[in-house]
């Protein structure tokens, strides 16, 4: 959310008054009141330390992997030994998640405050825009440090990652949008879909799942391998969306938290990503990508390739649009509106993410810090860690591309970088940096020997 | 939400292809999505009939009171033969509201069809923005005529109704607002109110519901009377916090539907709106006044008596930033926010109403059309028709007003107003027109011993 990602001079010089400024930068996840899927996410959001800068102090759910910290400050220049790390007590059933209840922790309040004595800091931000990190801004006393406070104190967070409020503002701010609606009660949800249907597939959306996972396909035609949704869903009668709805309303809204989406589903599009950064000062676009579902996402290539100059016009102009009308609303942070552009090159606005998304420590940290010439003469290929391989470790991971000759090598500018934690199962999320597409794919395979169970 | 309340010019002067222009108004009420206590409404949103102008096309729930509308065009100088009253359809349970359902009808859009021959529909309008209102601007082919119509037709009209939203974007705004935050499950409901009782008695707000309805004061200390709220719940312990939440939680949030607000209740403040025109070309201040509460609401006061000229400006400057927040979301028409003025002269923001509210006939067009001097030397004091008063019919009301001589004199510019079509039980919503609010007040009290059962 609050991040700027590239845009943050070193900090570590001393101030006028002596102390050293510092960021406190909190590695949590979607907040439980959101998503109730996500108590596995301890290695996901030690990502947060390719953001850090000499001085700055995480707060992470869990001690983060130190092989995962030494390799990622050896890219970004960071020094690892001038970083705080601050985990507060877990407390019952939390202890992959940062929740409200650790972050309100007085222990950990009581040693925040300890490691910030002598700092003046400067600013405070996290991976998701919870109300939580700004109660914690408020504890400590830095709330006017947290960019966006007053938005994120009152729960704005759930406002800019929301697929019905974003329809909404999409729909005001006359971005171009897939035909459908949002939907405020199955009876609507049942009308709008029945009528979109008379057109092809029909998409329908939960409010807040993401890479696809919340998404299902209702088709009256030939059936076909979904993208980007859980499954497709065969329709032979209008009474079946009935039934469907009766079925799957509870789980689409998830018990009634949220409103759900149905909208035209355009086969064989492409789908992308623009980034912006949203300040006091404005709007700035940081980064762009396109996004691989399979039918999940497995991954990104940054920035876009081969996309026509008018298309890509077209992103950054929707994309800009909805990020000044949430900077008009007092959000502050990365947002990041998702297209597809479909066959015919229609450029149509699926949603927006409004939180440090998977894609922004790739460009904005390893593309924009630790490779020379991201997004001029090289591109990243970042990849989802495939099922079926397996590594038992971080370290054997990078051992095993490094005996390989296929990690990353800054002389050449081309290999394989880990761009996470290991997962405490059986992989490490990766990208392969290289000339361009083909040379990324091809490194890409070369990794199917080494991991391949 | 989106009628002009005075800045339309009359309109029945023919357009250069020889055809009259006109305007739709659609006389609906909340969605049932948002509110589904609204059955008995078919007289409540006959007071669209006062925005009425020369050779508008009026859709309503059911046929308006002939004398009231006779009544109404009289005083506001619109030809009543000049308009054409549409009803649709009733299908099973919705005879008094304009369902999605209704507005769907087939024969219904014929019939709109038919009566818009030979006119250019300039304008489209509702009372509330409910996409099956931006679903009959599309079927009848006028959705460029609807002020924000992309906004609406993705369910946005919830958004600028909701109390949480409302938060979210005054937080992000700046706007001053009670302590408190938006709940976004049962146990930050739960911390927020326990840490907010600390300082005194706090409001439990519904998302949705409004008049005071959807509010409830928790309070650990002596009892008192609520105003703008349903009830007090005494507290006596943290764990009466838990058990209240338990056993309010799926009310509160009418199943799961919305997020409820827990703030700061200020005893002994004072309540106002300002209400403003959200157009294209910008934001324009168009009427304020106070909310009389007793509980529940119970009449207004227009314009603000007796406000001090630096808590006007801070009523009026807070409600332009949230106007102007919902500017750059794309919603067009009339936003109404509220505030508090505490006993310490605080002005606190406890909610805003995009739609056309209870005030904006009042001021904008019984003040603004059909009462000389409203706002300079003429003020209006509205009454909700009072417990325990009963009247047969709008037309028995207006003869007993005119026999007692209280009824409306346009040459004394003052006297009783009847605002809106007989109740179907036993009152009529009325306004005085008055000099000042001692003189509105006694001529209010005149009508106890006409009317008291």
């Given at each position: 959310m609050l991040i700027p990602p590239e845009t943050l001079a070193r900090r570590s010089?001393?101030?006028?008054?002596?102390?050293?400024?510092?960021?406190?930068?909190?590695?949590?996840?979607?907040?439980?009141?959101?998503?109730?899927?996500?108590?596995?996410t301890g290695w996901w959001v030690q990502r947060i330390a390719w953001f850090a800068e000499d001085g700055d102090i995480l707060v992470l759910p869990v001690r983060p992997d130190d092989d995962f910290l030494d390799?990622?400050?050896?890219?970004?220049?960071?020094?690892?030994?001038?970083?705080?790390?601050?985990?507060?007590?877990?407390?019952?059933?939390?202890?992959?998640?940062?929740?409200?209840?650790?972050?309100?922790?007085?222990d950990f309040i009581s040693e925040l405050e300890k490691v910030m004595v002598g700092r003046r800091i400067t600013h405070l931000s996290a991976l998701w825009p919870d109300p939580a990190v700004a109660a914690l801004a408020r504890a400590v006393g830095i709330s006017s440090s947290m960019p966006g406070h007053g938005f994120v104190s009152q729960a704005g967070g759930v406002m800019v990652n929301s697929k019905s409020a974003f329809r909404m503002i999409a729909g005001g701010a006359g971005v171009p949008l897939p035909d459908g609606t949002v939907c405020t009660s199955p009876e609507s949800a049942e009308r709008a879909i029945v009528e979109l249907l008379d057109g092809g597939p029909v998409m329908v959306k939960h409010d807040f799942l993401s890479g696809g996972r919340g998404?299902?396909?209702?088709?009256?035609?030939?059936?076909?391998?979904?993208?980007?949704?859980?499954?497709?869903?065969?329709?032979?009668?209008?009474?079946?969306?009935?039934s469907y709805l009766e079925e799957r309303w509870e789980w689409l809204t998830a018990g009634g938290a949220g409103r759900p989406v149905a909208e035209r589903y355009v086969r064989d599009s492409s789908a992308f990503f623009v980034e912006f950064l949203i300040s006091d000062s404005g709007v700035e676009l940081t980064g762009d990508g396109e996004l691989l579902s399979a039918p999940y996402a497995v991954g990104q290539i940054m920035p876009s390739q081969g996309v026509e100059p008018a298309v890509f016009d077209q992103l950054v102009e929707g994309g800009r649009r909805l990020a000044e009308a949430l900077h008009a609303l007092?959000?502050?942070?990365?947002l990041g509106p998702d297209a597809i552009v479909t066959p015919t090159r229609e450029v149509l606005f699926t949603e927006f993410n409004g939180r440090i998304t998977g894609s922004t420590h790739i460009y904005g940290r390893i593309g924009g810090r630790a490779v020379d010439g991201f997004g001029k003469d090289r591109i990243i290929l970042e990849r989802v860690?495939?099922?079926?391989?397996?590594?038992?470790?971080?370290?054997?991971?990078?051992?095993?591309?490094?005996?390989?000759?296929?990690?990353?090598?800054p002389a050449t500018r081309t290999g394989v970088i880990l761009t996470n934690a290991f997962d405490g199962q059986n992989g490490v999320m990766y990208c392969v940096v290289a000339e361009n597409l083909n040379t990324a794919w091809s490194a890409d395979r070369a990794l199917h020997p080494l991991f391949a169970a």
């Open positions: 010089t001393p101030t006028a008054d002596g102390r050293r400024s510092a960021r406190v930068l909190v590695g949590n996840d979607f907040s439980q009141d959101v998503r109730t899927d996500r108590g596995w390799y990622v400050t050896a890219m970004t220049g960071t020094r690892k030994d001038s970083l705080s790390i601050v985990v507060p007590p877990v407390s019952e059933t939390d202890e992959g998640t940062l929740s409200p209840a650790r972050l309100a922790n007085h998404n299902e396909i209702l088709t009256t035609g030939e059936p076909f391998r979904p993208i980007g949704a859980r499954r497709v869903v065969p329709i032979d009668n209008p009474s079946d969306v009935h007092g959000y502050r942070g990365i860690w495939p099922g079926g391989w397996s590594t038992p470790s971080f370290t054997d991971a990078l051992t095993t591309l490094r005996d390989a000759g296929l990690a990353y090598d």
